[in-house]
């Protein structure tokens, strides 16, 4: 028989030894969440994410997506990139002001965290094994009905920030959420009081107002659905406001100001790949299927394919034209206006259109500097 009280210590020093930076424990009870959970998806702020309705309730009870659950363990591991400067939210910032310049978010830099969290989490799940003796169990990362958030708020990892994200006194928003559900009975984390009080940068810094109000997202007016999960042509309305934002948009949390207390990961998986990081869009637009595919091996931007990638890129580079009036944009544009893709050929004719100077990148160049 092993000792619950004196059994969750021991995971987390396990877990530390991992690279994770925090871990928790919270029941099975997300009965209080699921009004929220069902209203946001009868608005259709989910848009073309039809997995997050399929499972409807699931992902409320995870008793029912795993049989025998009693806990849930909840791990955090940051991933800023070790050699992030600092003022890091300033430099990200300012690349809004080089409209040539593609913006990848912070994340998307380095290794897949999927690959990475998951083989940790096993690794401690094997650990726990060797310790107590087999246990049921089911490692989470991102990768099925669970409510990550919802259970990392419950379990102490921080409290839900009004743009929805889970923020952390000691390291803001700059981590990566993995769950174990696990047939034991552990006592639960002490959840931590929110910390935003009247504070809404978030809010007001959304090139999209994709928050459309506190604590509530419309994922169809957000830049990294659109660049990531949106797998059609973006709306044209909002074309113009994705600025030079290629994969992803970290803007709400550059301006938020628990972010000056965000940690460097230990590990070397999440250091930016050569070539992600500050690169120009016409060298990016050039990048045949096969050069993609080898600069995206193993990282999180390989899964939406040449032809997106293509898409954004596209956005972008009418943006920054429109904003520079710089001939070689141009140019860059139309090597792929008979592009064998629909979607990026409909996409490089928009980039194309005359529009007047200055109207593509806007909410770039408001954009607020961070001390």
Same mark, same amino acid.
């Given at each position: 028989m092993f000792s619950s009280s004196q059994l969750v210590p021991q995971i987390q020093g396990w877990a530390r030894e991992l690279g994770f930076s925090q871990i928790g424990v919270t029941g099975?009870?997300?009965?209080?969440?699921?009004? =929220?959970? #069902?209203?946001?998806?009868?608005?259709?702020?989910?848009g073309e994410m039809a997995y997050m309705q399929t499972h409807g309730l699931k992902r409320a009870r995870p008793a029912e997506l795993v049989p025998g659950t009693v806990s849930v363990i909840?791990? *955090?591991?940051?991933?800023? +990139?070790?050699?992030?400067? @600092?003022?890091?939210? =300033?430099?990200? %910032?300012?690349?809004?002001? *080089?409209?040539?310049?593609?913006?990848?978010? !912070?994340y998307a830099r380095g290794r897949d965290y999927h690959k990475v969290l998951r083989a940790r989490l096993q690794k401690? &799940?094997?650990?726990?094994? @060797?310790?107590?003796? +087999?246990?049921?169990?089911?490692?989470f990362t991102d990768s099925a009905p669970v409510l990550e958030a919802e259970l990392a708020s419950r379990s102490g990892q921080g409290w839900r920030g009004?743009?929805?994200? #889970?923020? /952390?006194?000691?390291?803001? &928003?700059?981590?990566? %959420?993995? @769950?174990?559900?696990?047939?034991?009975a552990l006592p639960p984390s002490e959840p931590v009081a929110p910390h935003c009080g009247s504070c809404q940068a978030c809010m007001d810094i959304c090139p999209t107002q994709a928050i459309v109000d506190s604590h509530r997202v419309d994922a169809r007016r957000c830049i990294?659905? !659109?660049t990531i999960e949106h797998a059609g042509s973006i709306p044209l309305e909002l074309r113009p406001l994705m600025g030079n934002r290629i994969y992803g948009c970290d803007d709400c949390q550059l301006v938020c100001p628990w972010n000056k207390f965000a940690q460097r990961s230990p590990l070397p998986d999440f250091d930016a790949r050569e070539g992600l990081s500050g690169q120009q869009l016409a060298v990016l637009f050039a990048w045949s299927e096969a050069e993609f595919l080898r600069r995206t091996e193993g990282g999180p931007i390989r899964r939406i394919g040449?032809? *997106?990638?293509?898409? /954004? #890129?596209?956005?972008?580079?009418?943006?920054?034209? *429109?904003?520079?009036g710089d001939e070689g944009l141009h140019q860059a544009l139309k090597t792929r206006v008979d592009d064998p893709s629909p979607l990026v050929r409909e996409h490089v004719a928009w980039a194309l259109e005359d529009m007047p100077r200055g109207a593509g990148i806007s909410a770039a160049a408001s954009a607020p500097a961070v001390d």
């Amino acid at each position: 028989m092993f000792s619950s009280s004196q059994l969750v210590p021991q995971i987390q020093g396990w877990a530390r030894e991992l690279g994770f930076s925090q871990i928790g424990v919270t029941g099975v009870d997300l009965s209080s969440a699921e009004p =929220g959970l #069902v209203s946001w998806l009868a608005q259709g702020f989910h848009g073309e994410m039809a997995y997050m309705q399929t499972h409807g309730l699931k992902r409320a009870r995870p008793a029912e997506l795993v049989p025998g659950t009693v806990s849930v363990i909840t791990a *955090r591991m940051n991933y800023l +990139p070790t050699a992030t400067p @600092e003022g890091w939210q =300033g430099v990200e %910032l300012a690349r809004l002001q *080089r409209p040539g310049e593609g913006i990848v978010s !912070l994340y998307a830099r380095g290794r897949d965290y999927h690959k990475v969290l998951r083989a940790r989490l096993q690794k401690l &799940s094997d650990r726990i094994g @060797e310790h107590i003796g +087999p246990f049921g169990y089911r490692v989470f990362t991102d990768s099925a009905p669970v409510l990550e958030a919802e259970l990392a708020s419950r379990s102490g990892q921080g409290w839900r920030g009004k743009h929805t994200l #889970v923020l /952390n006194r000691e390291a803001g &928003s700059m981590f990566f %959420l993995g @769950e174990i559900y696990v047939d034991l009975a552990l006592p639960p984390s002490e959840p931590v009081a929110p910390h935003c009080g009247s504070c809404q940068a978030c809010m007001d810094i959304c090139p999209t107002q994709a928050i459309v109000d506190s604590h509530r997202v419309d994922a169809r007016r957000c830049i990294s659905y !659109l660049t990531i999960e949106h797998a059609g042509s973006i709306p044209l309305e909002l074309r113009p406001l994705m600025g030079n934002r290629i994969y992803g948009c970290d803007d709400c949390q550059l301006v938020c100001p628990w972010n000056k207390f965000a940690q460097r990961s230990p590990l070397p998986d999440f250091d930016a790949r050569e070539g992600l990081s500050g690169q120009q869009l016409a060298v990016l637009f050039a990048w045949s299927e096969a050069e993609f595919l080898r600069r995206t091996e193993g990282g999180p931007i390989r899964r939406i394919g040449h032809e *997106r990638w293509l898409r /954004n #890129v596209a956005v972008a580079l009418g943006n920054a034209w *429109r904003a520079t009036g710089d001939e070689g944009l141009h140019q860059a544009l139309k090597t792929r206006v008979d592009d064998p893709s629909p979607l990026v050929r409909e996409h490089v004719a928009w980039a194309l259109e005359d529009m007047p100077r200055g109207a593509g990148i806007s909410a770039a160049a408001s954009a607020p500097a961070v001390d």
